[in-house]
């Protein structure tokens, strides 16, 4: 005869993995909703902070004075002058002429056997600034800015000097304007008219 089993099966097992399927999701689910209000809190927080930095900087930046306009003019002004007086410095320091400096090259050039009776220098008008009228002296070097009156012994000391006051770097178009056999009392001597440009900037 066949035996059959009339106790109640045992569902426990099934019960349980039923329960853990619920709980697992509803667990993962509080887990968010903390984690999210925790992330929004400290958000939240962060901005009220940002907030309030905002206002300190706005109430600081009332409390400071507002310059006074006549001040801000009067300084504009003085940037301009300044400006004005540094422009014209350098205008003059561009046309100046460093005369002692080119007197000295002319001393360490000068021959031996040549000595200067007269030497006239000017220094070069402006292109602002309308030359002065030459001075009239019966030759043509009287519109020169450098000029050299002397005397010597012979022509070729007149052309050794040429050629020595060629080198000098603030003399520009160096030419003999006159050169004559002349007598200084008992002694055959050649007298000498040699004009110059100074050039542009060289006192620089």
């Known amino acids: 005869m066949r035996a059959i089993n009339l106790l109640p099966r045992d569902d426990s097992r099934r019960n349980q993995k039923t329960q853990w399927i619920v709980l697992v999701p509803v667990a993962a689910a509080v887990l968010l909703t903390a984690l999210l209000s925790a992330t929004f809190l400290?958000?939240?927080?962060?901005v009220k902070d940002k907030q309030a930095e905002?206002?300190?900087?706005?109430?600081?930046?009332?409390?400071?004075?507002?310059p006074d306009a006549s001040k801000i003019q009067s300084q504009t002004a003085l940037a301009t002058d300044k400006q004005v007086r540094v422009?014209?410095?350098?205008?003059?320091?561009?046309?100046?002429?460093?005369?002692?400096?080119?007197?000295?090259?002319?001393?360490?050039?000068?021959?031996?056997?040549?000595?200067?009776?007269?030497?006239?220098?000017?220094?070069p008008a402006s292109s602002s600034t309308p030359a002065a009228p030459a001075v009239a002296s019966g030759t043509a070097v009287a519109a020169s800015q450098f000029t050299?009156?002397?005397?010597?012994?012979?022509?070729?000391?007149?052309?050794?000097?040429?050629?020595?006051?060629?080198?000098?770097?603030?003399?520009v178009n160096v030419q003999l304007q006159q050169s004559t056999l002349t007598e200084i009392?008992?002694?055959?001597?050649?007298?000498?008219i040699i004009a110059a440009d100074v050039r542009q900037g060289g006192g620089q």
């Open 42 to 46: 400290s958000a939240s927080g962060k």
């Open 54 to 66: 905002l206002l300190s900087l706005k109430a600081t930046l009332a409390a400071i004075p507002t």
């Open 87 to 123: 422009t014209a410095l350098s205008a003059a320091l561009t046309r100046r002429i460093a005369w002692d400096r080119i007197f000295r090259e002319i001393s360490l050039v000068l021959p031996d056997d040549v000595w200067l009776t007269t030497l006239s220098a000017r220094a």
């Open 148 to 171: 050299l009156d002397g005397n010597t012994y012979s022509h070729a000391a007149v052309a050794r000097l040429l050629s020595r006051l060629a080198v000098i770097p603030d003399l």
């Open 185 to 192: 009392g008992t002694t055959k001597a050649v007298h000498f």
